[in-house]
């Protein structure tokens, strides 16, 4: 299911920060993706140093994303009062072509309305 679907209840103002910052990558319009994040935002995702402030997690996504196209299909969006978790699956291509397909995990912190840290998760056989 994608965020377009009624299954998928965005209720809070938080998760609607994530559920925009999907639409937006997926749309691959990175500026508005990027713009939820904190000047001193901390991004952990698997391979990865940790991507700390918003210079660092931009040059990722400009630079080193492997991902060219995709879609994130949300199944699950939970949110606090200063956090949202996210259940879902990615599909699409990297630049070199390559299919791409993962189930993944993200957990959203927040100060208001900004993102201060994002974790992601993937479920891959690691161990």
């Given at each position: 299911?994608?965020?377009t679907e009624e299954?998928?209840?965005?209720?809070?103002?938080?998760?609607?920060?994530?559920?925009?910052?999907?639409?937006?990558?997926?749309?691959?319009?990175?500026?508005?993706?990027?713009?939820?994040?904190?000047?001193?935002?901390?991004?952990?995702?698997?391979g990865y140093d940790?991507?700390?402030?918003?210079?660092?997690?931009?040059?990722?996504?400009?630079?080193?994303r492997v991902i060219?196209?995709?879609?994130?299909?949300?199944?699950?969006?939970?949110?606090?009062?200063?956090?949202?978790?996210?259940?879902?699956?990615?599909?699409?291509?990297?630049?070199?072509?390559?299919?791409?397909?993962?189930?993944?995990?993200?957990?959203?912190?927040?100060?208001?309305?900004?993102?201060?840290?994002?974790?992601?998760?993937?479920?891959?056989?690691?161990?």
């Amino acid at each position: 299911m994608d965020l377009t679907e009624e299954s998928v209840h965005v209720h809070g103002p938080l998760s609607t920060v994530v559920a925009d910052y999907y639409r937006s990558i997926d749309g691959r319009n990175l500026t508005s993706a990027l713009a939820c994040f904190a000047p001193d935002a901390v991004y952990r995702r698997p391979g990865y140093d940790a991507f700390v402030g918003f210079e660092a997690i931009s040059t990722y996504y400009h630079d080193d994303r492997v991902i060219s196209t995709g879609r994130h299909d949300i199944e699950s969006i939970i949110e606090n009062a200063d956090a949202v978790a996210v259940r879902g699956s990615f599909r699409g291509t990297s630049h070199d072509g390559s299919p791409l397909a993962v189930r993944f995990a993200d957990f959203w912190h927040f100060s208001g309305l900004t993102v201060v840290e994002r974790n992601t998760y993937f479920d891959a056989a690691a161990v």
